[in-house]
């Protein structure tokens, strides 16, 4: 069941990752620190109310920007998780995180670490649903419960709104859905166009192309917490971001959101 939902959504980063059509470089790997673009901290427990509004989709930064975000989905693999928290930390790269509820036993353990990184703006919590169906199948009012259920757990455990940004699992959303999560205050519906294409299973030297595919100024780039694949690979993807003079950034700090407005 897992492998092919999540397979289909290696289909939809994979055809969204194709459009991308960049350019490949040279890989010369780096263990050098990011720069992290400064925020100011967040209040954790502090939980604005929703701003309903129209959603806009959200598929890559701003012309002429040199940063890149970051954005790691599911967390199917406990290890996996563990790896990119121990990597946030000792690196202080900054990620996106879109966790799903049904996952919880693989996060909760890093919730206190992750607190830590979000109150300093080094991290961000997304909404990803909580069990991760396909939005399209859905009625309205399960639209909106996948969407509220996963919102509150993320607010019980990281302490803070994941609003206006939620990831539709697989990609898949239209206006209808769209509609209902800007009624929710997800006004930003997150897609992407760079992929590790690591939903399922790949080889080291795929994931490692995808990166060097992808990894350029604006992008917005998927990963997933599924498998362990990327794990001994952070510091040579890390390599490709600073020779290529990019600055990993949240999605907040792309786009000027912020977690004490959601
Ligand atoms: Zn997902």
Known sequence: MLSRR??????????????????????RPSTTAPTITSLPPVELGVIPPPHPGVPSTIVHGPAGTRQVAWTVDDGIDPGCVASYVAFAQRSATSLTFNPNGYLAVNWQPHAPVLRDLIAAGQVQIGNHTFSHPNLLTLSD???ADEIERNETWIENTFGVTARPWLRPPYGYHDDRTDAIAGELGYTKIMMWNGSFGDSTPISSTQLLGLAIQYLEPGTIMIGHANYPT?????????????????EPVTLDQMFGTSRAVG
């Open 6 to 27: 999540h397979f289909l959504g290696a289909l939809a980063a994979s055809s969204a990752a194709l459009a991308a059509g960049c350019t490949a470089h040279r890989l």
């Open 141 to 143: 009012q399960a639209v």
């Open 230 to 246: 990327i794990e001994p690979l952070f510091g040579q993807i890390l390599g490709i971001i600073h020779q290529r003079g990019l």
